[in-house]
């Protein structure tokens, strides 16, 4: 089983990386699950031609029955089962927490023994990467780590700090980092920067997504650019990234 995490700052496109990167999987012909870790609950939207499932978090507080599967999930494009962490009602408890009851409860529901997953996509908020947030790379979720990132400057630092996070675990065998996804904002400079800052973590920049108008006009009808034409240059980027982590998998399992 392929275990990705994609971290990055809020904002930096993360879930549009992760989307696709399901999408390309998924079109690939893998099983995928995406799991969104973030209180905010979109990471799915556009596998699910706009429309949302309810998180997790939602869900345990309604519910005095016992939860399956299917109350907190829902099948997007190619069959991709998509769930939502979400967290806490707005200005109570910690959001982090959302994310390690969600995992907990997936464990007892015994999530990727039913569905027996090739891939499973972490799509966490970035900006802090601690508590609950630091669960997919320090729990044994997740084997790989994508960062995405601009050349903007706060991108950069959120970069920086995940990758610290990261390898602060690494004597513990939990989660490495994979490389950078660099996801174009068209700021100054910002080929220079993203790349020194490859260059001086000792980083490859594994993926280069473009400022693509195509992105947002399949995001605006709910879909993203590998369901609304796989063929673009755009999507074969995706794939590009998708068959080069796959090839990773294989590599691995010869090992």
Do not use: W
């Not at 494009?77 to 009602?89: L, M």
Request: charged share 30%; aromatic share 6%.
């Amino acid at each position: 089983m392929l275990k990705i995490a994609v971290y990055g700052k809020g904002g930096i496109g993360k879930s549009t990386i992760t989307s696709n990167l399901s999408a390309a999987f998924a079109a690939l012909g893998k099983k995928v699950i995406q799991i969104g870790c973030d209180p905010k609950a979109d990471s799915t939207i556009n596998l699910l031609g706009g429309n949302v499932v309810e998180p997790v978090m939602n869900r345990l507080r309604q519910e005095t029955e016992e939860v399956s599967i299917e109350d907190i999930s829902k099948k997007g494009f190619k069959d991709i089962v998509c769930i939502e962490t979400g967290g806490p009602t707005p200005g109570l408890g910690c959001a982090g927490r959302g994310i390690i009851a969600t995992f907990n409860l997936l464990e007892d529901l015994e999530l990727f023994e039913k569905y027996k997953p090739d891939v499973v996509m972490y799509d966490v908020l970035g900006d802090v990467v601690c508590g609950g947030f630091a669960a997919p790379i320090r729990e044994g979720y997740a084997k790989k780590v994508l960062i995405v990132t601009s050349g903007e400057k706060m991108a950069l630092y959120a970069a920086n700090n995940i990758n610290t996070a990261v390898k602060n675990f690494e004597d513990r065998s939990y989660a490495k980092v994979r490389g950078i996804v660099f996801n174009h904002r068209n700021v100054e400079n910002e080929e220079e920067k993203v790349k020194e800052f490859s260059r001086k973590n000792n980083l490859p920049i594994v993926g280069e997504i473009p400022r693509s108008k195509e992105i947002i006009k399949f995001e605006d009808e709910g879909k993203t650019v590998i369901e609304g034409d796989p063929d673009s240059e755009i999507s074969k980027r995706f794939f590009d990234l998708a068959n080069l982590l796959l090839l990773d998998k294989e590599d691995e399992d010869e090992d």
